[in-house]
Each structure stands twice: as structure tokens, then as C-alpha cells.
């Protein structure tokens, strides 16, 4: 009888710590316990350490983590893989000694650890754990693709899903597909496009919902590689959409020369009462630019503190930028002035190439001399280049001359493919292309379950 009630005594406090509404209150129970000499159970701890993740505190996490080694339950599989997740977001370093610490391991303390380092940056690291896993489950999978697509390393991440489909048959999720949809932009119009209609095929085949997720995720991929209609007709056929699907086709207008098209998409946004981001006014004066629409510029930035919004160093990079093309190179140079921070090397770049466009040396030389405290050898070459191309226009040879003898002491060259504009909202990309096909199911083929879909074998996935 005394063991039932001191059951119920353990379960009435962890349910309430489960339940707390926030994790100041979770904590105080937690301590309350402690105070009150009431045995700890593992739910306590657990509920505990993931109410208090949230508040990104690692001196308290470092706290409990001490307790729960003086009670001994750091031999728990579940309390240690939840101490782990909490040291994920926080500190790679003592994630790492946990994890290297861990008597035993369950699936999701591999998988958090895959993550772990993914985030840090070191894939190879996360490949080697993935690959000591005697079992791998989908989130196994899901995470070591996400690991390759978020790092850049594309094609390792489109093989290892073609792998995961083929050889281990396993039926991809959204959580799977997310990382290869984003990645689809970055590979090149032909070959990312191909595999992102292959993975949207897959989801209309699979009667996957387009809830937010999916259908945000296509948006971007579709606008990013300049099919904006196809951008389009994903965002029409959504039923619910937040404020990154708005921003995602905004930007993708904007990004691609439909300023005018952008700033539509923001009306409508605003009729529906969609509150914007700081990433969706980017995006509006980005449209700005392109469009050559000052006016309009001019009232969307002071929109941005209506909306109760800070704006950021990309908006004045593109007032400077919006001001700059249309040759209003004195309210470029004095929103340069009011900005609360120190302008950058991209936003200096483009009021220096507006004032070389625009044959104005007497503005350039207001800032070369500021300019060249900034830039860095090894980075900004192209603006070296600027700077003497507008010595030149400005008859100071010897200026010049003087530059250039500067970029061949220290070895500055322009990164390759590059010239010495500084356009913000410039992408050098086109929004035309051939229309996708009617059957979107036509870049895939069944292998043996029919249930299961797959890549074609194209000499990228090989």
C-alpha cells in the first residue's frame, strides 16, 4: 500500500511538470521535489530537461545534467538522449562528450547526433556515425540527407536518397523530401528542376496532402529555379498558407525580374491579412529595385516600422541599392549615413558601382577612402577593380595606377565569373524555360512494390 501511494505521490509530480505551462513552472516543481526530499523517476527528469531546452539556457542544463549524475540516472537510455537534444541546440562540444560518454544508445541517440554534427558542419563526422548504426530507421535516413542538402554537398544527398529508396526500399516522408526539395535550387535549372518535379511527382502519386510544409517547399524550389508559373499554380492549389509561402513567392518574383508581379503578391497578402516578416519586405524592395519604382520603395521601407518591424541590413542595402540605379546618389549616400550600423562591403559595392554607372566620381570619392578600410583582399577583389575603374573616370591616374600596384603586391584577384557591379537584387538568372510536362509522374519508374517510387537513372544519381 505504502508503494501505491508513493507511485501515485511520483506520477502526480511528473504529470504536473508535463503539464506546466512554461518552463519557469516546470523548473519550480522540479525543485520543489528536490527540497521536499521526493524520490525522482526518470518522467520527472525527462519532462524536466525537455521543458527547460526551450529556454536555450546551458549553464541550467549543465545544472541538471550534474543532478541527474548524482541520482545516477545518466545510465537511463531515454534521460541521456534527452540531456543530449537539450546539448544539441546549444553547446556541439558537450553534445559530443555526452554522446562519447552514453553506456547505451537507442536509434534516436544516433540519429540526434547525426544531427549534432551536421549542424556543426562536419558531415563527414555525421556519415561516420551513420554508418556505424547497426539499425537505421527513416529518421536515420531523413537526417543524414538533410546533413548533405543543408551543407551544400548535393549530390552525396540526392545518392544516398536514391540508395535509401532502391536498395532499402524505405518509402520517403516530407521530412525526407524537404532537404531535396531546397536543395533542387541550388544544382542548376537542369538537373535540380528534373529532381524536383521527380520528388513532386512522387508526392501527387503518393496522394500526399499539400499541406504548408509540402507546398512551401515546392514553391520554393519551383520559383527558385525560375518557373514561376508552376510557383504559382503550387501556391493557387494550397489551401493554407503561411507567411513564408507569401515570402517565398515574392522573393522568387522579385529574384527573377517580376517586380511588378512581387508587389501584386504583397496586396493580396496584406488583404489577407497575412502580417509580413523582416524576409518578406527583402523581398518587396527587392521587387522595388528591379521594377525602378522609387516612390513605392520609399513607402514600403517606412511600412516596415508600421508594421512594428526593425529594418534590417539587407532593406537599407536595398534602398541604397533602389536610390542608387535611379541616380539619386545624394539619398543613397544619406541612407548610408542614418543606417544604426556600419554599412558592409555589399552594400558599399553597390553605391560605388551606382556612382560609376552613373559618372559620378565626385560621390565616389566621399567613400573610397572608407571603402578601402573595410575590404578584404582575399574577398573583395572585384571591388579593388571598381575602385580604380572610377580613379580612371575620375582622371586620377596616378590613383589608379596606385591601386592597381596594390592588387599585385598582395596577389588580389576578382573571384572568377564575377565583375565589379554590386547590384543587390541582380541574379543573372532567367525566369523562362520549357514547360512542364502534363504527367508528372513521367520521370519515374516502379521497382518491384509498385507502392514504390523511385528516381529515374540519370547520370547524376549514378
Not at 120 to 146: C, H, N, P, Q, T
Not at 229 to 246: C, E, G, I, P, Q
Request: hydrophobic share 45%; with cysteine.
Amino acid at each position: 500500500m505504502v508503494t501505491n501511494i508513493l507511485l501515485r505521490s511520483f506520477s502526480s509530480w511528473s504529470f504536473a511538470i508535463k503539464n506546466a505551462k512554461s518552463p519557469q513552472r516546470a523548473l519550480s516543481l522540479y525543485a520543489q521535489m528536490h527540497r521536499q526530499a521526493i524520490p525522482f523517476d526518470s518522467f520527472a527528469i525527462l519532462f524536466t530537461l525537455k521543458s527547460c531546452t526551450h529556454l536555450h539556457n546551458l549553464p541550467l542544463i549543465c545544472h541538471l545534467h550534474a543532478h541527474l549524475l548524482k541520482l545516477g540516472f545518466n545510465i537511463h537510455v531515454y534521460v541521456a538522449t534527452s540531456l543530449l537534444n537539450a546539448y544539441v541546440q546549444m553547446s556541439f562540444e558537450h553534445a559530443r562528450k555526452v554522446f562519447d560518454e552514453m553506456p547505451v544508445r537507442n536509434i534516436v541517440t544516433w540519429n540526434t547526433m547525426i544531427t549534432c554534427f551536421s549542424r556543426s558542419g562536419d558531415v563527414k563526422k555525421s556519415r561516420k556515425v551513420f554508418d556505424e548504426m547497426s539499425l537505421r530507421d527513416l529518421a536515420s535516413w531523413s537526417a543524414m540527407i538533410a546533413g548533405y542538402m543543408n551543407n551544400g554537398h548535393w549530390k552525396e544527398g540526392v545518392v544516398l536518397f536514391r540508395e535509401m529508396v532502391i536498395v532499402e526500399q524505405l518509402k520517403p516522408d516530407q521530412v525526407t523530401v524537404g532537404p531535396i526539395l531546397a536543395g533542387c535550387s541550388e544544382m542548376g535549372t537542369s538537373i535540380g528542376l528534373l529532381l524536383g518535379k521527380s520528388v513532386h511527382g512522387f508526392a501527387v502519386k503518393n496522394d500526399w496532402e499539400l499541406n504548408v510544409e509540402l507546398g512551401t517547399c515546392l514553391v520554393d524550389m519551383y520559383a527558385k529555379c525560375g518557373f514561376l508559373n508552376f510557383a504559382s499554380l503550387v501556391f493557387d492549389m494550397m489551401k493554407d498558407r503561411n507567411v513564408v509561402t507569401w515570402t517565398t513567392l515574392i522573393c522568387g518574383a522579385a529574384k527573377h525580374g517580376f517586380g511588378s508581379e512581387a508587389l501584386e503578391i504583397f496586396k493580396k497578402m496584406r488583404q489577407g491579412g497575412v502580417l509580413p516578416n523582416e524576409f518578406t519586405f527583402t523581398g518587396v524592395l527587392s521587387a522595388c529595385v528591379q521594377a525602378g519604382l522609387v516612390d513605392e520603395g520609399r513607402g514600403y521601407f517606412k511600412m516596415i516600422k508600421e508594421c512594428g518591424l526593425r529594418p534590417t541590413i539587407q532593406h537599407y542595402g536595398c534602398m541604397v541599392d533602389l536610390f542608387g540605379k535611379s541616380g539619386l546618389l545624394e539619398e543613397a549616400y544619406e541612407v548610408i549615413n542614418t543606417m544604426p550600423r556600419e554599412p558592409n562591403i555589399v552594400i558599399w559595392g553597390s553605391f560605388l558601382s551606382s556612382c560609376k554607372l552613373h559618372k559620378q566620381f565626385e560621390m565616389a570619392e566621399r567613400v573610397i577612402e572608407k571603402v578601402m578600410n573595410v575590404v578584404r583582399l582575399e574577398n573583395d577583389g572585384g571591388v579593388y577593380t571598381l575602385i580604380s575603374d572610377l580613379y580612371v573616370l575620375g582622371d586620377k591616374w596616378a590613383d589608379a595606377e596606385r591601386v592597381r600596384q596594390l592588387m599585385l603586391r598582395q596577389n588580389v584577384r576578382k573571384a572568377r565569373g564575377s565583375n565589379s557591379q554590386f547590384h543587390i537584387s541582380d541574379t543573372g538568372m532567367k525566369a523562362s524555360g520549357p514547360e512542364m510536362p502534363g504527367d508528372t509522374i513521367s520521370v519515374f519508374y516502379s521497382v518491384g512494390d509498385p507502392s514504390i517510387v523511385v528516381l529515374i537513372n540519370h547520370s547524376f544519381l549514378v
